[in-house]
C-alpha cells in the first residue's frame, strides 16, 4: 500500500510507480501533482484501490487504466482532466463496486453505453465536466447504484426509462443540465430515494404526488424548470391547466389514437377470413371491398412517421 495523501507534493507523478506490481491500494489524493497520469499505471493489475482527486493532473485519462482489472474504487476528481472518456475503459473496468468519481473535470463528449458494464457499482459521479449527449438507457443495468450524479454538464433528452429498474438509489442529481420531457413517474415508487436534484434543466408537465414528492421535507429540489406545473398548492409551482391533464390520460389518447386502430384492423381481417370460409362468393366479394387492410406506408401515415409525440412508452430495448 502506498499512502501519501493531504501533503504538498508538487511536480509530476513518477512513471516507475508503474513497476510496483503488488500494489494493492493508492493515495496520492489532495497534494500538488501535476502533468499526466502516467500510463505505466496500466501495469499495476493487482491494484483494487486508486485515489487521485484534489491535484492538478491534466491530460486525458489513460486509456492504459483499462491495464487495472481488479479496481473496485476510482477516483480521478477534481483535476484538469480534458478529453472523452477512453472508449472501453468502463468494460473493461467492470469489477468496480465502491466508486467512481470522474467529477469536476474537463471531459467532453458523451457518456459510453459501457458504462452499463457496472453491475456491482455502488457510486457513480461524473458531474461538473463538459459532458454532452444523452443519459444512456444502458445506465438501468446498474441495478447496485445507490448514489447517480450527472449535474453540471451539457446533457439533454428525456429521462430514460430503464432507470426505473434502480430499486435501491439513494441520491440522483440530474441538476443543470438540458434534460426535457417529464419527471418519470418511476421515481414516485424508489423508497430508498432521499435526495433527488432535478434543478435547471428543462423538464415539463405536472410535478409527481407520490413518493418522494409528497413529503414536505424530502430533499427535493426542481427550480429553475419554468415548464413545470402542479396539481397541489403545497408546491412553489403553478398550478397545472387543463393541457396538463394527467399522464394516465394523456397514455389513454395515445392508445385511442395508435393502438385502437390496429385493433379495428385485425378484427376486420379476422371477418374476412371468416367470410371466405362460406360458400357464397357474392357476400365474400363484397366483404373484401369494404376491408381495408392497413400497410406500413399507411401507418408510417397515421403516426405522422412514427413521431416521439405518438410514444406510448420505451423501455431498453425499444419504444412502443
Not at 441538476?175 to 421515481?187: C, K, M, T, Y
Not at 371466405?276 to 357474392?282: Q, V, Y
Request: include cysteine; charged fraction near 15%.
Amino acid at each position: 500500500m502506498l499512502y501519501l495523501q493531504d501533503n504538498k507534493i508538487t511536480g509530476p507523478i513518477p512513471a516507475s510507480i508503474g513497476k510496483l506490481h503488488n500494489l494493492y491500494a493508492m493515495d496520492l489524493s489532495k497534494n500538488r501533482f501535476h502533468g499526466n497520469i502516467p500510463a505505466s499505471f496500466g501495469n499495476l493489475g493487482q491494484l483494487n484501490e486508486l485515489y487521485l482527486q484534489e491535484n492538478h493532473l491534466s491530460g486525458a485519462i489513460p486509456a492504459d487504466l483499462t491495464g487495472c482489472k481488479n479496481l473496485l474504487a476510482l477516483n480521478l476528481s477534481s483535476n484538469i482532466l480534458s478529453g472523452p472518456i477512453p472508449d472501453g475503459l468502463f468494460g473493461k473496468l467492470n469489477q468496480l463496486s465502491w466508486l467512481l468519481d470522474l467529477s469536476h473535470n474537463q471531459l467532453t463528449d458523451s457518456i459510453p453505453d459501457d458504462v452499463g458494464s457496472f453491475i456491482n457499482l455502488k457510486s457513480l459521479n461524473i458531474s461538473n465536466n463538459n459532458i454532452s449527449g444523452r443519459i444512456p438507457s444502458t445506465l438501468g443495468s446498474c441495478e447496485l447504484l445507490q448514489a447517480l450524479r450527472l449535474g453540471g454538464n451539457s446533457l439533454e433528452g428525456r429521462i430514460p426509462y430503464s432507470l426505473a429498474t434502480l430499486r435501491g438509489i439513494k441520491e440522483v442529481d440530474f441538476s443543470q443540465n438540458s434534460l426535457a420531457g417529464e419527471i418519470p413517474e418511476r421515481f414516485e415508487v424508489f423508497n430508498c430515494l432521499e435526495y433527488l436534484n432535478l434543478s435547471f434543466n428543462k423538464l415539463d408537465g405536472p410535478i409527481p404526488t407520490k413518493g418522494i414528492f409528497a413529503n414536505a421535507t424530502s430533499r427535493v429540489f426542481l427550480q429553475g424548470n419554468p415548464s413545470l406545473c402542479t396539481s397541489t398548492k403545497s408546491l412553489h409551482f403553478p398550478l397545472c391547466s387543463m393541457g396538463h391533464s394527467g399522464r394516465k390520460n394523456r397514455v389513454a389518447v395515445y392508445v385511442l389514437a395508435i393502438v385502437l386502430p390496429c385493433v379495428a384492423v385485425s378484427l376486420l381481417f379476422a371477418l374476412f377470413l371468416k367470410k371466405r370460409t362460406r360458400k357464397d362468393s357474392r357476400v365474400m366479394h363484397e366483404s373484401s371491398k369494404e376491408l381495408r387492410i392497413r400497410s406500413y406506408n399507411d401507418l408510417s401515415k397515421m403516426t405522422n412517421k412514427f413521431s416521439s409525440a405518438n410514444m406510448i412508452g420505451s423501455g431498453q430495448f425499444g419504444v412502443v
